[in-house]
């Protein structure tokens, strides 16, 4: 994000665009690192125009989504894009993260934000450790998450041992446009080195990295996608469940497999059974 930055400041063209841009200021938000010693200098090396590079300070106060300042910077230093990361750091002590309603109520601050003023606003967050799952189910935290934002990119190394520094970014969600293409590039001493555009989907780029071990079960991998797909909206009847699954020809050992290995919860409310994605995967 830092790499992108430094385009957008100078006003260059983003890789693989030709459409021109202005000069933009740039809120970078982190708790991550140091902003003297590691993000000016991670700017700067990538050749990024300091003058359209500012931090809200956060010593005696710290942000969360709802602040009032963010709005107020955004406006004062008509700000185009604003970089908070992580989400874990921004989204507020009293948020839980595995709370729908709660991640809800604070992404709303931002969406509103963005409405008035225009700014893009990107919120970096950490992946979970399921890696044989969709990658729009391994945010960290409730799948409200990934329902509330308009687009989330991925990033993942490749599978090229001769180059431990390549990484695709991929899209994994996109409400407003078409799906991107994936982007080749590498980790460079100055910033990143953007290489190629290729045709990847992010469930390509995130399964050519898993081990293959064993034969995997055809049946059993077809029905999970099913599961997943079918509530990635949300709950759904348990009864409406079955009976979706085994129209689509699966048997009740290969769906009570690929359930269980899913994770996907079974709760009651009243007299009727639910089924549901579990948040955190």
Same mark, same amino acid.
């Given at each position: ?151 989330? !990119? %991925?990033?993942? &190394?490749?599978?090229? @041992? ?7 970014? +991929? =899209? ?74 085994? !129209? %689509?020809?699966? &048997?009740?050992?290969? @769906? ?7 994770? +996907? =919860? ?16």
């Amino acid at each position: 994000m830092l790499s992108i930055s430094a385009l957008l400041s100078k006003g260059e063209k983003l890789p693989f665009d030709d459409e021109e841009k202005e000069k933009m200021t740039i809120i970078y938000q982190t708790t991550e690192d140091d902003a003297d010693d590691t993000v000016v200098l991670r700017f700067n090396s990538a050749g990024g125009n300091g003058q359209n590079l500012i931090f809200i300070k956060e010593d005696k106060r710290t942000l969360t989504f709802g602040a009032d300042r963010i709005l107020q910077a955004i406006k004062q230093f008509n700000a185009k894009l604003l970089i908070l990361d992580p989400m874990s750091s921004y989204i507020g002590d009293e948020c839980s993260l595995n709370n729908a309603n709660e991640t809800r109520a604070e992404f709303n601050h931002l969406i509103s934000v963005a409405k008035e003023t225009g700014c893009a606003i990107v919120i970096i967050a950490h992946m979970n450790k399921a890696k044989d799952i969709n990658p729009l189910y391994r945010t960290n935290g409730s799948i409200d998450i990934a329902g509330a934002v308009r687009s989330i !990119l %991925a990033i993942t &190394k490749t599978n090229n @041992i001769e180059n431990l520094s390549e990484r695709y970014m +991929v =899209q994994v969600k996109s409400n407003l446009a078409p799906m991107g293409k994936a982007i080749l590039f590498e980790v460079a001493e100055k910033g990143v080195n953007f290489i190629d555009e290729v045709e990847l989907t992010a469930e390509e780029a995130f399964s050519s990295l898993l081990p293959k071990i064993g034969r995997p079960n055809e049946k059993e991998e077809s029905a999970k996608k099913y599961i997943l797909n079918m509530l990635k909206n949300g709950k759904m009847l348990a009864s409406e469940c079955e009976e979706k699954l085994r !129209l %689509a020809g699966f &048997k009740k050992s290969t @769906i009570k497999k690929a359930k269980k290995n899913l994770g +996907v =919860q079974s709760e009651k409310g009243g007299f009727i059974w639910y089924w549901s994605l579990p948040e955190e995967n």
